[in-house]
């Protein structure tokens, strides 16, 4: 075999890999959709209602930490009324002329969905208000002086944006939305039943207790939910009996280093130079991601969320910083009088 390996598997060929396992476990219909019971009732309403009315529904914002079902929802959306689904994303769109030839190719009641969209550029945003409002969007011709808009009227659609930031969307894009989805992490009873779910989809028998073990370590996320259990189900088949049972859950998560609170390397690896570089804190977003060789966003969107909500990290006006339960958790001795400084 050729040393640069041509069996080997390329970071993007690994993530196009990870990208099809993903979508063989999206549930297509609402009714498959596992909890986030309010969301899913808000949305059922607005879409049933647009049936009944033989109209395309409201705009949909889906807001949300990474992995909860938001692109999967986009397209339940889509298949639920019956149109068609057109994919973007906020940073596929540099240029304005790039959403009007988009907008302008939409068909009427397709579902338009636009990942990411607190990353749009600002022209863009502009222009998708008012397309979203009034169904129009201005086509500029010619260059200059001697440029002109030209309003082309569209037919009526629907836009799902998904945003893990919904603080960054500007006022003005947010009104637009008919109504927005608030995407919470997931009770441990609902990933079980993911879990459950997804198992019998991949063929492989789930054991209750292991489905239990897997589910609360998955940090109230199903896309980590199914992709631990793709692991577990490696290690039953090379190693184990071949059943995804509490032996070969307990196995597979210690080989992919997922702690028993769910932490994995990225949450550790941000808690410890936390303690062990900032002395605990407060510092900044910027230096944690910085001294760990990882983009803030990625700290900001990942990690953050599910390290605040498991009480191992709290944010002060001044930075990030550990709690009494990261330093336990670590193993590790809070400096004396550390949270103290807190409040100087
Ligand atoms: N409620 C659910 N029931 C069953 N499976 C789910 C559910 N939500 C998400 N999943 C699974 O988790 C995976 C990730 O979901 P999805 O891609 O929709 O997340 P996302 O919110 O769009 O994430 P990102 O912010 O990274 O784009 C999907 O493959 C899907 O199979
Ligand atoms: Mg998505």
Request: charge should be negative.
């Amino acid at each position: 075999m050729a040393e640069d390996g041509g069996a080997a598997v390329t970071a993007a060929e690994a993530d196009e890999i990870e990208r099809a396992a993903e979508a063989a476990l999206r549930p297509r219909r609402l009714a498959e959709f596992v909890g986030q019971r309010v969301v899913r009732d808000q949305l059922s309403l607005v879409l049933e209602a647009a049936v009944a009315r033989h109209r395309p529904p409201d705009h949909v914002l889906l807001a949300g930490p990474p992995g909860l079902g938001k692109t999967t929802l986009a397209m339940i959306v889509a298949s639920e009324v019956g149109a068609a689904l057109r994919l973007t994303s906020g940073p596929a769109i540099t240029h304005a002329g790039d959403l009007a030839a988009i907008l302008s190719a939409l068909q009427e009641n397709d579902v338009l969905f636009i990942d990411e969209i607190h990353r749009l550029a600002r022209p863009a945003e502009e222009m998708l208000y008012l397309a979203m409002e009034d169904f129009r969007v201005d086509v500029v011709v010619g260059k200059g002086a001697g440029a002109t808009a030209i309003p082309l009227s569209l037919p009526p659609f629907t836009v799902v944006g998904a945003t893990t930031r919904a603080g960054l969307l500007p006022a003005p894009l947010r009104d637009r939305f008919g109504f927005t989805g608030h995407m919470d992490f997931y009770e441990t009873g609902d990933l079980e039943r993911v879990l459950h779910r997804s198992a019998r989809l991949l063929g492989i028998e789930l054991d209750a207790e292991a489905a239990h073990e897997i589910a609360s370590r998955s940090r109230g996320t199903p896309r980590i939910a199914n992709r631990l259990l793709r692991r577990v189900q490696d290690w039953a088949q090379v190693r184990g009996t071949g059943v995804a049972d509490t032996a070969a859950a307990a196995a597979a998560l210690e080989v992919f280093e997922v702690d028993p609170r769910g932490l994995d390397r990225l949450d550790r690896a941000v808690l410890r130079s936390l303690c062990t570089r900032f002395g605990g804190g407060p510092v900044g977003l910027t230096s944690i991601a910085m001294a760990i060789g990882e983009e803030p966003e990625t700290v900001e969107t990942v990690a953050e969320p599910f390290l605040l909500r498991e009480g191992f990290l709290t944010r002060t006006p001044r930075g990030r910083v550990a709690t009494a339960a990261a330093w336990a958790h670590l193993g590790l001795t809070a400096p004396e009088g550390g949270p103290s400084r807190l409040f100087d």
